[in-house]
T-cell receptor
Framework: QVQLQESGPGLVKPSGTLSLNCSVS????????WSWIRQPPGKGLEWIAY???????NYNPSLRSRAAISVDTSKNQFSLRLNSVTAADTAFYYCARLAHGRHDIWGQGTLATVSS | QSVLTQPPSVSAAPGQKVTISCSASSSIMGDNFVSWYQQLPGTAPKLLIY???KRPSGIPDRFSGSKSGTSATLGITGLQTGDEADYYC???????????FGGGTKLTVL
């Protein structure tokens, strides 16, 4: 079955850039949209952005100025870069498949901590 | 503050029924489907309900969803201790051009 796996550094310095990758396996990569969603420890979910296999993207207005999502169809991967990070960006970051208006498959999540 | 409002917590005894509401601050739900997600402690969210009231394969029929106007509701019958989790509603906000989630509801099975 389709599986998503996040990867990236667990620790990022303040004002630095958070970079995350999501690898998709076990199913088709094309024909879907792919999202990044985050969750600060003990808090709720916040959608960050989505991208299609062809590169069409959309962002949460509150993060649009700092976030960049990209896709590499040759590797069945998509990525997130979030710049100028602060402690408020410390969160579990999940990648998920956005299919027909719902996030139907999620990765296990990766914790990114912003600290010096 | 989310554009989708959920109660912070609900509780009920094993075997009982509980409902969790999800209210929109605008007409965003009028044209878009609502989905629900279950997040068990220490795990990633899982799709529970989609298109307002459909269940993915493997989700028991104890879980149900409905939508009316600018509100959606998740219902869980025959509560089990294993249902203790955080539940989130989500939908596409056409006004913001953004996917939005509710603030989440913590279910406690007493």
């Amino acid at each position: 079955q389709v599986q998503l796996q996040e990867s990236g550094p667990g620790l990022v310095k303040p004002s630095g850039t958070l970079s995350l990758n999501c690898s998709v396996s076990g199913g088709p990569f094309n024909f879907y949209y792919w999202s990044w969603i985050r969750q600060p420890p003990g808090k709720g979910l916040e959608w960050i952005a989505y991208i299609s296999y062809s590169g069409t993207s959309n962002y949460n207005p509150s993060l649009r100025s700092r976030a960049a999502i990209s896709v590499d169809t040759s590797k069945n991967q998509f990525s997130l870069r979030l710049n100028s990070v602060t402690a408020a960006d410390t969160a579990f970051y999940y990648c998920a498949r956005l299919a027909h208006g719902r996030h139907d498959i999620w990765g296990q999540g990766t914790l990114a901590t912003v600290s010096s | 503050q989310s554009v989708l409002t959920q109660p912070p917590s609900v509780s009920a005894a094993p075997g009982q029924k509980v409902t969790i509401s999800c209210s929109a601050s605008s007409s965003i739900m009028g044209d878009n489907f609502v989905s629900w997600y279950q997040q068990l402690p220490g795990t990633a969210p899982k799709l529970l309900i989609y298109d307002n009231n459909k269940r993915p394969s493997g989700i028991p029929d104890r879980f149900s969803g409905s939508k009316s106007g600018t509100s959606a509701t998740l219902g869980i019958t025959g509560l089990q201790t294993g249902d203790e989790a955080d539940y989130y509603c989500g939908t596409w906000d056409s006004n913001l051009s953004s996917w939005v989630f509710g603030g989440g509801t913590k279910l406690t099975v007493l």
